[in-house]
């Protein structure tokens, strides 16, 4: 069974940084691309920064030139540098793998983790 392991999270104050961390516990399958999301209790999962093997990235505009996304293939492991976090940047963050696009739709990814908690107070 494949297993995505977060860590990272944790609290923080406006305007600090955070680096998220996620591990494939096995490459039994080909990852096309790895992404972050994020889901705010009461709102929906929403997109935050993907990866693809060739280095190809992709941000939601809330995140541009705060967040960089990067990955060491060898490991299977991609992370997620938060700078300037503010507190609308509060949420579960989720890992996921496509095995097929790099995309920012969560429907395109196969594999979720269980999510590590980012809490940015004011």
């Known amino acids: 069974q494949v297993q995505l392991e977060e860590s990272g999270g944790g609290l923080v104050q406006a305007g600090g940084s955070l680096r998220l961390s996620c591990a494939a516990s096995?490459?039994?399958?080909?990852?096309?691309?790895m992404g972050w999301f994020r889901q705010a209790p009461g709102k929906e999962r929403e997109f935050v920064a993907a990866?693809?093997?060739?280095?190809?990235?992709k941000y939601a505009d809330s995140v541009k030139g705060r967040f960089t996304i990067s990955s060491d293939n060898a490991k299977n492991t991609v992370y997620l540098q938060m700078n300037s976090l503010k507190p609308e940047d509060t949420a579960v963050y989720f890992c996921a793998v496509s095995t097929t696009r790099l995309s920012v739709l969560a429907g395109d990814y196969d594999y979720w983790g269980q999510g590590t908690q980012v809490t940015v107070s004011s």
């Open positions: 990866i693809h093997w060739s280095s190809e990235s």
């Open positions: 096995r490459r039994t399958w080909s990852i096309s691309a």
